[in-house]
């Protein structure tokens, strides 16, 4: 069993920079492959990025690409998400998920646990 846990989210104006944090508990976090995902209202849940369990794979959605930087921290149980040139449209709820494999998958439905998510808001 995994829990999550996001943090740092928040307001932000265009062009500026925000870094989620994901707190894992659970013996297997660093055995899981990691993801990002959001959800802008009204809209269904996308993906936006993953890290496989040792860190040496990431997948980005296009339209963050160069912008957005996962990584993770086994010994902290962590895995973040930095954020620049953020754009009004990256307005959403981000959520971390986790799978039971040590590959990616840009695919919601093969994440077995989620956190709550944390809201991010970009102003123009």
């Known amino acids: 069993q995994v829990q999550l846990v996001e943090s740092g989210g928040g307001l932000v104006q265009a062009g500026g920079s925000l870094r989620l944090s994901c707190a894992a508990s659970g013996r297997t976090f660093s055995r899981a492959a990691m993801g990002w995902f959001r959800q802008a209202p009204g809209k269904e849940r996308k993906f936006v990025a993953a890290i496989n369990w040792s860190g040496g794979w990431r997948d980005y959605e296009d339209s963050v690409k160069g912008r957005f930087t996962i990584s993770r921290d086994n010994a902290k149980n962590t895995v973040y998400l930095q954020m620049n040139s953020l754009k009004p449209e990256d307005t959403a709820v981000y959520y971390c998920?986790?799978?039971?494999?040590?590959?990616?998958?840009?695919?919601?439905?093969?994440?077995?646990?989620w956190g709550q998510g944390t809201q991010v808001t970009v102003s123009s």
């Open positions: 998920a986790a799978r039971n494999t040590p590959s990616t998958s840009t695919i919601s439905l093969q994440y077995d646990y």
